[in-house]
């Protein structure tokens, strides 16, 4: 959420913004709530006002009484009751009005780093830069969904008996492998200096609206019945709402947050649940990064981060390469965001494997999240980036390190975690 002030003063680079996101239709919200602003500071002199008329009219009746001058006393007392009433009209109208402001002011997008390239959607991206060399075997690469049988490893048709569509088992070495994953996610984190955390898995409607976008809510997150409460997307949720109402001492500044969680999202929309593998699914397990920080720190963790989802699929053999959001595609409390995205030899092309985002002071707004300074209190900035979603990640490592006999090479970094073990072997036909 923007600056009132920001707006009321640069009007037309906030609807140039708007332009750029191709977002026509908000235009309008921007005259609408520079007009809302203008009557509700009217109401707020108004009210002032009238409170310095009460106050001076109660000094007043206060002479008065000492003076033994009743009947007068009345007649101000008189006054200071029509005032109140003046002040509970003008209080209320000034209450809805500002609520109006900001359920439009929610809809207008952040402005974004003049970097982001202009474009209206997901396919215009722009690809940064390839890490690791993209490698096609000279033999076909089957399915992940069917490497993972072949290992005894995935079962969803039993999960579509207890679940439904979108929901999976994974069993034996398949299993063992994600976790690993996760355990090296969680520890590649911690040597990054990044504290280890597991948050709420559902959070309240008001750190919802806070962190994100009322079109990705919609989207994304299932809603508890009968509670206000909602299962998080990712732990981003949770670990920024943490923070809510909070004053962070600046000199504990950068607050860097490493997070494993499950996740829950509904896949509403064009991609749909795939039906036979794992790429898009309701529920997945993610080792996610968080950072709050100054603002003028914020623009260089983002290059950190995003450079460690990098370094860390590297570490398992897996080329990924960089792609700058474009403008159509970054969603609207960000500032800039890119993916990483893995290389796939079955399809020939990459796919998005992590997503890094600087979102200013966005999230720190709406949720009142501020830094403790020598000069004052300000709003920090926030910052999240995936280091491991899976199993999007499992089908990563099971693509890159499968060979021609359908045995799986476990990554070296893997094998602490898996008891020593180095191959996977078919062992279902």
């Known amino acids: 959420m923007l600056d009132i002030k920001f707006v009321r003063e640069n ?19 921007i005259d609408e709530v520079i007009e809302l602003d203008v009557k509700i500071r009217k109401l707020k002199q108004d009210g002032d006002a009238l409170r310095q008329s009460r106050n001076t009219t109660s000094d007043e009746i206060g002479s008065l009484m000492r003076e033994k001058k009743i009947e007068e006393a009345n007649a101000k007392k008189q006054e200071v009751v029509k005032i109140n009433e003046q002040l509970v009209d003008i209080e209320k109208e000034e209450a809805n009005l ?9 809809v207008i997008p952040n402005i974004m780093d003049p970097s982001v390239p202009i474009g209206k959607d997901d396919s215009e991206n722009v690809e940064i830069e390839k890490f690791g060399e993209p490698f096609v075997p000279d033999f076909e690469i089957p399915h992940h969904a069917d490497i993972c049988e072949a290992l005894f490893g995935l079962d ?42 597991i948050p709420p898995f559902m959070i309240r409607s008001d750190v919802v609206t806070g962190v994100m976008s009322f079109p990705e809510m919609d989207a994304m997150m299932y809603k508890i019945e009968g509670e206000d409460l909602y299962l998080i997307g990712t732990s981003e949720h949770s670990m920024i709402g943490r923070f809510i109402n909070q004053k962070i001492n600046e000199e504990d500044l950068p607050l860097c ?3 494993y969680s499950p996740c829950f999202r509904k896949e509403v929309g064009s991609h749909g649940i795939e039906e036979r593998g794992l790429y898009r699914v309701h529920q997945f397990e993610k080792q996610e990064m968080i950072v709050i920080c100054k603002p003028e720190d914020a623009m260089d963790w983002y290059n950190k981060l995003w450079s460690y989802t990098v370094e860390f699929f590297r570490s398992l053999d897996v080329p990924v390469r960089t792609l700058e959001c474009c403008s159509g595609d970054l969603a609207d409390l960000k500032v800039k965001s890119c993916d990483v ?3 796939s030899p079955r399809q020939k092309k990459y796919f998005e494997v992590g997503s890094c985002s600087t979102l200013g002071d966005a999230q720190a707004r709406r949720l009142s999240i501020r830094a403790r300074g020598e000069n004052g209190n300000y709003l920090v900035s ?23 006999d359908g045995s799986v090479h476990v990554p070296k970094a893997l094998q602490p975690y898996m008891g020593g073990k180095e191959l996977l072997v078919p062992t279902k036909k």
């Not at 708007?18 to 239709?25: S, Y």
């Not at 500002?98 to 929610?106: G, P």
């Not at 969803?156 to 996610?185: C, P, Q, V, W």
Request: aromatic share 10%; with cysteine; charged share 25%.
């Open 11 to 29: 009007p037309e680079i906030v609807k140039q913004n708007i332009k750029n996101k191709f977002q026509d239709e908000k235009l309008p919200l």
């Open 98 to 106: 500002s609520e109006e402001l900001k359920k439009r002011m929610l």
């Open 156 to 197: 969803k048709e039993s999960a579509g008996r207890t679940s439904g569509n979108g929901f999976y088992y994974l069993t034996g070495d398949i299993a063992r492998l994600h976790e690993a994953m996760l355990s090296y996610a969680r520890d590649f984190m911690i040597d990054k200096g990044f504290t280890y955390c």
């Open 257 to 259: 947050l490493t997070s």
């Open 341 to 343: 995205e893995a290389w």
């Open 382 to 404: 926030t910052l999240n980036n995936t280091c491991l979603a899976t199993p999007r990640g499992l089908i990563a490592v099971l693509e890159n390190n499968i060979n021609a």
